[in-house]
């Protein structure tokens, strides 16, 4: 990444979200090694996202941001792809991300692309009900009935799973 990208992410944040925090292009270009973004043919970006990892297992996306005059083209999508390609290359195994109740167009896309709301909460700085979103990117590993592990039950038989 170079500096103009960043401030370019920055400015892209900034315009495409509510936040209560400001970006800056040395904000973002501290933590560059997290952001992943797209650029248009004459080089500016026209999308961005941060990929923080949470715990061992988990991924958080962040600001998921797109150039208006590129909306329904895919950027988005590809940003997503790249970041749980990326979160799959480095062991995780669940991808969260926060979106505002009323961002209809986030939530729409996240539930199209897999993602399950599974908590919700108010943040007293915004006065916005914030939903939890995941996405389980390395499904359990399924035991086939013969060969499944054995279990005693509770009332004492062994059963295979």
Partial sequence: MIKAHAGQIAELIN???KLTVH???DKIYAARSRYLYELSEAGHVIGSLEVKKV???QFEI?????????EGKSVAWKLLMRAEDQAQQSRGRLLQC????????SVSFFKRNGFLKVAEFHYPDTGN???VWQKVISPR???ARAGGPTIESPCGKRQKF
Avoid: P
């Fill in 129 to 131: 009900n914030v939903g």
């Fill in 15 to 17: 315009a495409r979200n």
């Fill in 55 to 57: 715990q061992w297992y």
């Fill in 98 to 105: 926060t979106i505002r109740e009323d961002n209809e167009d």
């Fill in 141 to 143: 590993k399924s035991h």
């Fill in 23 to 25: 970006y800056t292009a």
């Fill in 62 to 70: 962040d600001h998921l941001s797109v150039a208006k005059d590129v």
